[in-house]
């Protein structure tokens, strides 16, 4: 009873489709390189099932102390199964120090509860492949390659600050030629086009505009006024002191009745006012006053 507490069930829907998914990636050679391989390092046999044969963790501490002892100081009897899964994370802990990278490494419950045997084997195979590079007889797996520290003079070190690296890029090959001085402007021609290349750098190039045939005739002094017509439509020419009609026009204006500036200027309503022979002014305040 208590085994079938940690046994799940069949799964359904999603979790069945990522469960065959898995079972799909366990290698059945990889598991006998893996049985020959713990059966020839720890000397016990596994038996049929291989999954099952390392479920309580026993061989598996068996195993990390023959490949480093005292890994795992103590063994736990598999009577119940918090011995085992206590077997199984000494084991895991065992393997992180011993150099098997974390992210290599299954957890208690795939070995435990048959959910992620293809995690398990990957496992092995990681700690089979982390022995080798040890220097251990090991059949399967890879050798990891060892790191290779290199240590520069600082004189070393110094003199590299001088030189541009290719990720810079390189400026091989390159040269100033026909370049001009800081500032100036430098000539752009198509010799397709046929024109001529210019002998000096002062040349206004047509990305600038041209100044062909350009006149000041008719041009008048800054800040005046230049009369624009078009003699198609039979305009005549005028002096410059001529206000144009966009200003406004001064026909027929004159100054009569005008008073002197800065005084006040009287205007009224005849139909208010009995007319401006009756009207006049002290001459003092500016006041009007009533002279009958």
């Known amino acids: 009873m208590a085994n079938a507490h940690f046994n799940r069930g069949p799964a359904y829907g999603l979790s069945a489709e990522v469960k065959n998914k898995l079972a799909q990636k366990y290698d059945p050679q990889h598991e006998r390189e893996l049985r020959a391989w713990i059966e020839g390092t720890t000397g016990r046999r596994i038996g049929d099932n291989f999954m099952d044969g390392l479920k309580d963790g026993v061989i598996l501490c068996e195993l990390i102390n023959k490949l480093q002892p005292g890994s795992v100081p103590k063994v736990n009897e598999p009577v119940q199964n918090w011995h085992k899964l206590e077997n199984i994370g000494n084991f895991l802990r065992a393997i992180t120090r011993y150099g098997v990278k974390p992210h290599d490494i299954f957890e208690a419950n795939d070995l435990f509860e048959n959910t992620n045997h293809t995690q398990v084997q990957s496992t092995l195979i990681a700690l089979a492949s982390q022995a080798k590079t040890k220097g251990n007889n090991v059949g399967l797996g890879v050798k990891y390659a060892e790191k290779q520290q290199r240590r520069f003079h600082p004189e070393k070190l110094r003199e590299g600050r001088n030189i541009i690296g290719l990720q810079m890029g390189t400026n091989k090959f390159a040269s100033q030629q026909g370049m001009?001085?800081?500032?100036?402007?430098?000539?752009?021609?198509?010799?397709?086009?046929?024109?001529?290349?210019?002998?000096?750098?002062?040349?206004?190039?047509l990305q600038m505009g041209t100044n062909k045939g350009a006149s000041q005739a008719g041009m008048t002094a800054p800040g005046t006024k230049r009369q624009i017509f078009e003699p198609s439509l039979g305009m005549e020419h005028c002096d410059t002191n001529t206000i144009g009609l966009q200003m406004g026009s001064n026909k027929g204006a004159s100054q009569q009745g005008m008073t002197v500036y800065g005084l006040p200027r009287q205007v009224y309503d005849p139909k208010y006012c009995g007319g401006p022979e009756l009207l006049g002014h002290d001459g003092y305040d500016g006041h009007l006053y009533n002279s009958q």
Do not use: N, V
């Open 180 to 205: 001009t001085a800081y500032g100036t402007r430098r000539h752009l021609y198509d010799p397709k086009l046929g024109t001529d290349q210019p002998l000096d750098q002062a040349t206004i190039s």
